[in-house]
Nanobody, 125 residues
Framework: QVQLVESGGGLVQPGGSLKLSCAVS????????WGWFRQAPGKEREGVSC????????YYANSVKGRFTISSDNARNTVFLQMNSLELEDTAVYYC??????????????????WGQGTQVTVSS
């Protein structure tokens, strides 16, 4: 049974940092693309970052480039999103998702089949 469980969200002041984790069971990290998406109230879901080791790709949305870092740890079967210099606009529910190995190329959420339940990130002063 595939399961993705996000954690690490919370309340942080602008300029602060958070590290999100996505614990994966039922899938081997190396065979898939792993995406972080977010959805703010009243807005469409947005792709934030993606990593695929088998396709040798990482991707960052322009809005987070230089501030967020995606990584994965095979030993822990976990995908991470380190978020630095957080801004008010980063407030959203963050989801991790698994897609086919080439999923980072287009980073279309429709191609990601397995999703976690989400973790809330709130940036507020």
């Amino acid at each position: 049974q595939v399961q993705l469980v996000e954690s690490g969200g919370g309340l942080v002041q602008p300029g602060g940092s958070l590290k999100l984790s996505c614990a994966v069971s039922g899938l081997t990290l190396d065979y898939y693309a792993w995406g972080w998406f977010r959805q703010a109230p009243g807005k469409e879901r947005e792709g934030v970052s993606c990593i695929s080791k088998s396709d040798d790709m990482t991707y960052y949305a322009n809005s987070v480039k230089g501030r967020f870092t995606i990584s994965s740890d095979n030993a822990r079967n976990t995908v991470f999103l380190q978020m630095n210099s957080l801004e008010l606009e980063d407030t959203a529910v963050y989801y991790c998702a698994a897609g086919g190995a080439t999923g980072c190329r287009t980073f279309d959420s429709d191609w990601f089949d397995d999703w976690g339940q989400g973790t809330q990130v709130t940036v507020s002063s």
